[in-house]
């Protein structure tokens, strides 16, 4: 059974999701990448209001039909190169949810927990399908700076499917399974 997760992202929407909850996320969510997050770790100002929203490290690939711009397919890229950024980011721009693969670091479970944030994880290799789960691509910000893969793209989706990796009291899945792997590891080396 999946959470429903609807934007606004509120603190308490965000806190009542619990570390390996399937999440189906609906609303408004942006893309991110390496160059939004070094633009706004270096004090570059935000083009968008990220405060109870969402980054989905994420580089769409989009295509213009009839005059409007569409998502071809946008999986989740590896979250792990914002992760020096993030937790700064996250208290700076009060931002509630991360949507990526392959996990993140101690410091930004850290100010998941300290700021009210949960990271969720998107199947890798499935972009095609996540597209489906966009409905409208409602703008695009800092396209001539930074490139059509790199820029910020304001997205209506509804059902993204992904799991609670990190929770807002910072308990991590990726942290619980290294600690299982190293504990089944020491048994088979006895």
Same mark, same amino acid.
């Given at each position: 059974m999946?959470k429903?997760? %609807?934007?606004?992202?509120?603190?308490?929407?965000?806190?009542?999701?619990k570390?390996?909850?399937?999440?189906?996320v609906?609303?408004?969510?942006?893309?991110?990448?390496?160059?939004?997050?070094?633009?706004l770790? /270096?004090?570059?100002?935000s083009?968008?209001?990220?405060?109870d929203? &969402?980054?989905?490290?994420?580089?769409?690939?989009?295509?213009?039909?009839?005059? $409007?711009?569409v998502?071809?397919s946008?999986?989740?890229?590896?979250?792990?190169?914002?992760?020096?950024y993030?937790?700064?980011?996250?208290? /700076?721009?009060?931002?509630?949810?991360i949507?990526? $693969?392959?996990?993140?670091?101690?410091?930004?479970? /850290?100010?998941?927990?300290k700021h009210?944030?949960?990271?969720?994880?998107?199947?890798?290799?499935?972009?095609?399908t996540v597209?489906?789960?966009?409905?409208d691509?409602?703008?695009?910000?800092?396209?001539? %700076?930074?490139?059509?893969? %790199?820029?910020?793209? &304001?997205?209506?989706?509804?059902g993204?499917?992904?799991?609670v990796?990190?929770? &807002?009291?910072?308990?991590?899945?990726?942290?619980?399974v290294r /600690?299982?792997?190293?504990?089944?590891? &020491?048994?088979?080396l $006895?």
């Amino acid at each position: 059974m999946s959470k429903t997760l %609807e934007y606004p992202f509120t603190a308490a929407k965000v806190r009542s999701l619990k570390l390996g909850h399937r999440v189906c996320v609906s609303g408004l969510i942006f893309t991110g990448r390496d160059k939004f997050h070094r633009y706004l770790f /270096q004090g570059g100002k935000s083009p968008v209001n990220l405060a109870d929203g &969402a980054i989905f490290h994420a580089g769409p690939v989009m295509a213009r039909k009839h005059g $409007k711009w569409v998502v071809l397919s946008a999986g989740p890229t590896t979250s792990a190169r914002m992760d020096s950024y993030m937790p700064r980011l996250i208290e /700076q721009h009060k931002i509630r949810v991360i949507i990526g $693969k392959g996990g993140m670091s101690d410091a930004t479970r /850290q100010a998941c927990a300290k700021h009210g944030c949960v990271y969720l994880e998107a199947v890798g290799g499935a972009a095609v399908t996540v597209a489906q789960c966009v409905k409208d691509v409602c703008g695009v910000h800092l396209l001539a %700076e930074f490139g059509e893969a %790199e820029a910020v793209w &304001a997205l209506t989706v509804k059902g993204l499917r992904a799991v609670v990796a990190i929770d &807002a009291m910072g308990r991590s899945l990726q942290k619980r399974v290294r /600690q299982s792997s190293k504990r089944m590891l &020491a048994k088979m080396l $006895k």
